[in-house]
């Protein structure tokens, strides 16, 4: 191992779902094995960095103030389901059910790992529901015990007591402990369409 | 059913082991500190991914690596064959049926029942509230799959309260969120727990009715706060549980008492009959998994008859009975009766012929 080399292997540790053996092999393929493949991933990153952001309504993925979602004037803004990344947004959007529209968390409640309401994309929440025509929030977040603790928050600090707006959880039927992420669409699409309302 | 093979990787001290189990009774001979129980302890992953012996997994890897591995091959009778892999990594324990991954720990109890009688076990008449909650919670967990899920999810709740009260930021709205996420899993354990006991003590009294026991043995849950009163217990005891940094009430604070001839048996029973007691409950623990299990549980042993005389050891093992596989480790050897021994020395595995 170089001091170089070992710097690389080290920040890619860092990120999610690589462990030491897989950040290793990545850095060795790209730096030694294929380095070919180099120059077009750091120019596409480049270009990445400067273009991708967050949406400002929604916090989706986007390359404008509006991401695609937002931007299509098709879709229902009394419907809004509330995801916690955008995977899981992905992952709704792919069983093509779903026509309202979305608000990314980017994480939840997480005590163990230091994550409170101020790390959450919440106050914007706030922000969507005092402003919007919303009828139903859809809270689609995991059904585990942070997934669960996240959902009670959102409803006591922004729904409670709000007539007229319906909020409904998926997430149930889904193996416990388990992202929407790992759904398969079918799953998805049933647990959307027999979402359970459980109240304001 | 019957565990024919254990391999294991990099799992506690063992770089690597190849054991054959395949026999009805199998002794794992050897002083202490050898490895006989780090072997039973991958052995038992295939019920829950749950040690025995502890409740993380970071000691269950060994030092330096980043995952452990187990490979238990299993012998269903009829239905023909099975293995299960495990993987145990930080923060993740997985595993796969015959190649085909398993969705949550829990759907492995009823496929692959082990029960555990384990040395820890002889502190449960006059240990601390805390030995007797994790016998009860690895009987349960062996048996009772909902258990499993509900003490797993109520067990991350609560470290999740406890580190938002030692963060300095638990403001009511968030530890609101959190127990009311806790209220469900937290009354299944403590229903499952009762009913547990309910179903345990008539066993118990059965064994102790064989064995000559005079004296009528009793099991009763003693639940922290009463279920439907716990959310109001964590409610109105915020202020304190800042200060202390703890979550003060809930089912981690159960207990249960143990009596004999109505009283309690810590105090009031005799040393030796405290010990014959937590036998006879390892017995009853037995015939109620028996009742839930489709197929006969494989029994993990772990030194549970410490000095018992000859005697006394021949008893307990034909208390038992042929119906189950035995794995069992010990530092003398078993009475006589037809056991496969494993002499264990140093993390090496040597069938004796
Ligand atoms: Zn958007």
Redesign the pocket.
């Known amino acids: 191992m170089t001091p170089a080399f070992e710097k690389v292997r080290q920040l890619l540790r860092g990120l999610p779902g690589l462990g030491h053996r897989s950040a290793e092999r990545l850095a060795l393929h790209l730096l030694v094995e294929r380095p070919a493949k180099l120059a077009p991933l750091l120019e596409a990153l480049g270009a990445a960095t400067r273009a991708v952001r967050r949406?400002?309504?929604?916090?989706?993925l986007?390359e404008s103030p509006?991401?695609?979602?937002?931007?299509d004037s098709r879709r229902d803004p009394a419907v809004l389901c509330v995801v916690e990344n955008v995977p899981d947004l992905m992952a709704l959007e792919r069983t093509g059910v779903f026509r309202g529209?979305?608000h990314?968390l980017h994480g939840r409640l997480s005590p163990i790992n230091g994550i409170g309401p101020g790390e959450l994309n919440l106050a914007r929440l706030g922000e969507r529901l005092a402003t919007e025509p919303v009828a139903e929030v859809v809270l689609a977040l995991g059904n585990d015990i942070e997934g669960e603790a996240t959902c009670h928050y959102i409803r006591e600090s922004f729904l409670a007591g709000r007539m007229g707006t319906k909020v409904t959880r998926i997430g149930f039927g889904l193996p416990s402990g388990s992202g929407l992420t790992f759904a398969d669409a079918e799953t998805l699409r049933s647990s959307l369409e027999g979402r359970r309302d459980v109240g304001g | 059913m019957r565990l024919t093979r254990v391999r294991a990787a990099d799992f506690r001290n063992l770089s690597f082991a190849d054991v054959d189990l395949d026999a009805p009774r199998v002794f794992l001979l050897g002083p202490n500190g050898q490895g006989k129980t780090n072997l039973l302890e991958a052995a038992g992953l295939v019920t829950a991914l749950r040690s025995f012996r502890v409740t993380d997994i970071e000691p269950l890897v060994r030092l330096g690596c980043a995952e452990a591995r187990v490979r238990v091959d299993l012998d269903l009778g009829a239905e023909g064959q099975a293995c299960v892999e495990v993987t145990l990594a930080k923060g993740a324990r997985r595993a796969k049926v015959d190649g085909t991954p398993v969705a949550s720990a829990a759907e492995l109890v009823p496929r692959f029942p082990t029960v555990v009688f384990c040395s820890d076990d002889l502190r449960l008449v006059r240990g601390s509230p805390g030995n007797r909650r994790r016998w009860l919670d690895l009987a349960l967990s062996g048996t009772d799959p909902a258990y499993l899920r509900d003490l797993r999810a109520y067990t991350r709740a609560l470290e999740s309260r406890n580190a938002l009260l030692r963060s300095g930021q638990a403001d009511d709205a968030q530890l609101e969120a959190l127990e009311r996420a806790m209220a469900e899993p937290a009354a299944g354990v403590a229903a499952a727990r009762a009913e547990a006991l309910a179903d345990l003590a008539p066993h118990l009294r059965g064994v102790c009715d064989l064995a000559g026991f005079s004296g009528l043995a009793e099991l009763t849950h003693r639940a922290d706060t009463p279920a439907d009163r716990l959310a109001e217990a964590w409610r109105s005891g915020r202020r304190l549980d800042r200060q202390t940094e703890t979550t003060r009430h809930g089912p981690h604070r159960d207990d249960f008492d143990i009596l004999f001839g109505g009283r309690d048996a810590a105090t009031h029973a005799s040393e030796g009959q405290q010990r014959l007691l937590v036998l006879a409950l390892c017995l009853a623990q037995l015939r109620r998994a028996d009742q839930r299990a489709a197929t006969p549980p494989v029994i993990l042993a772990d030194d549970v008859l410490g000095e018992l005389d000859e005697e006394r050891r021949r008893a307990f093992w034909s208390a038992i009975g042929d119906t189950h596989q035995v794995v069992a480790t010990g530092t003398l050897p078993p009475p006589e009766g037809a056991w496969k021994i494993i002499e264990v020395r140093d993390g090496a595995y040597h069938p004796r012929v």
Do not use: F, H, L
């Not at chain 1, 949406?55 to 989706?60: F, I, L, T």
């Not at chain 1, 509006?66 to 931007?71: E, G, I, N, Q, Y």
């Open positions: 949406c400002e309504r929604c916090g989706n986007a509006a991401c695609s979602v937002c931007a529209t979305y990314v």
